[in-house]
Every structure is written in C-alpha cells, then in structure tokens.
C-alpha cells in the first residue's frame, strides 16, 4: 500500500515558479514508477510528466516540456515537480500517481494509487 499527498501548490503569476512534492508513505516507492497528471477547470485529466522507478527515465507532455522538471528522491520516499515559465494554461490541480510498471505506460486507469491533488494557479 502506497499513500500519496501533494503539496506546493499555490498562486504564482505568469513566469514565475513552482515546485510540487509528493511524500510517498511506505517502503516500496522506490519499485514505482511515478507520474503526474493535471486536471484544468472544465477538462478532463491529462498526463504531464514520468518517471522511472530509478529516476533515471523520465517522459514528459509536449506542453510543458523545456518548463517542467521531474525528479525524485527515493531515500525521502518524495517525488518533485519543478514547475517554471508558468503560464495561465497551467492552472489546475496537480495530481502524482504511483504505477507499479513502466514510466511510459499513460493509461489512467492503469494507476495503481493516487494522490488528492494539490491546486496551481496562474494569473496573467
């Protein structure tokens, strides 16, 4: 069993930054692959970023790529999302997602466990 729970989000003007965490509780993070999704007032959820369970793999959605980076740190059980050049279609809630499988692998209903979300908004 995995618990996630996000945090950093918040209200940051246009080309500012933001760095998301996702503290993982129990001892088999490290054996997950680990994703974040995003979901926009009005849209359906949608893939950003992943990564691999080793940190050494990560893909990422064309529109955040060159902004946003993925990171983890397996010994802190935490996954990181460094947000930056924001812009106001960025607004949503952030969600991290554990995936016992590959980093590649975008199907939503294949997540094992989710987070609750946390809420980034972007003014203009």
């Known amino acids: 069993q995995v618990q996630l729970v996000e945090s950093g989000g918040g209200l940051v003007q246009a080309g500012g930054s933001l760095r998301l965490s996702c503290a993982a509780s129990?001892?088999?993070?490290?054996?997950?692959?680990m994703y974040w999704f995003r979901q926009a007032p009005g849209k359906e959820r949608e893939f950003v970023v992943s990564i691999s369970w080793s940190g050494g793999r990560t893909s990422y959605a064309d529109s955040v790529k060159g902004r946003f980076t993925i990171s983890r740190d397996n010994a802190k059980n935490t996954l990181y999302l460094q947000m930056n050049s924001l812009k106001p279609e960025d607004t949503a809630v952030y969600y991290c997602?554990?995936?016992?499988?590959?980093?590649?692998?975008?199907?939503?209903?294949?997540?094992?466990?989710w987070g609750k979300g946390t809420l980034v908004t972007v003014s203009s």
């Open positions: 997602a554990a995936k016992w499988g590959p980093y590649r692998d975008y199907d939503q209903n294949g997540m094992d466990y």
């Open positions: 129990g001892r088999t993070f490290s054996t997950y692959a």
